[in-house]
């Protein structure tokens, strides 16, 4: 991973135990030119029941400040503290250009993605950037919430649903974005 034009990792794990040993950090964070970042599970793939796990401490995983050229950043199925996840995202480089939250399980958040939508206006200030980062959200059974994010806040988001009986996922339903 140090090895100059490393910028790419698009890594999927059965589940996320193997994140939390610190190697995966140790590792990373060699990649200091790493642009594109996709992390996921298959963890709960096709399961309709909350995930209910214990969350992956991210600040343990990610180490956001050694990719100041992180364009992307992706997480799918996992299990992640919303202060944590805010945490990450204040720090994320001004190089962001997306980022991709799919399938997410928020345990100790009662509020789980209305919490995060609420918080990430009033405390990610990203409306100083030239160019915003795109946020892309992907919560099976969840919809887009009018108004969910303040004016001046210079976020877009994309919501998923799950095509019923199928395997796959459709077009965005509905998209909400705050240009002002």
């Known amino acids: 991973m140090k090895r100059p034009g490393f910028r790419r990792l698009h890594l999927s794990s ?3 135990t193997g994140f939390q040993s610190g190697l995966f950090r140790r590792a990373i964070s060699l990649a200091d030119e790493l642009t594109y970042l996709h992390l996921s599970t298959t963890f709960n793939d096709g399961s309709h029941s909350s995930m209910r796990d214990p969350p992956l401490p991210l600040k343990e995983v990610l180490s ?4 100041p050229q992180l364009s992307h950043l992706a997480l799918s199925r996992f299990s992640v503290d919303t ?4 945490d990450i995202l204040k720090l994320a480089p001004s190089s962001l ?3 991709d939250l799919e399938f997410i399980e928020f345990p100790f ?5 209305t919490g995060l ?3 990430m206006p009033e405390e990610v200030d990203w409306s100083k950037r030239d160019l915003k980062p795109t946020v892309t959200i992907g919560m099976e059974g969840h919809r887009v919430w009018s108004g969910r994010f303040r004016r001046g806040s210079k ?4 919501v998923w649903r ?3 009986g199928w395997n796959r996922y459709t077009q965005p339903q509905r998209r909400v974005r705050d240009e002002s």
Do not use: A, N, Q, T
């Not at 956001?64 to 990719?67: P, T, V």
């Open 117 to 119: 939508l609420e918080r």
């Open 162 to 164: 799950k095509s019923p």
């Open 14 to 16: 059965g589940d996320w």
């Open 155 to 158: 976020l877009s988001l994309w």
């Open 97 to 99: 250009r997306s980022l």
């Open 83 to 86: 202060s944590e996840l805010m």
């Open 64 to 67: 956001i400040k050694e990719w």
């Open 109 to 113: 958040d009662e509020l789980g993605l």
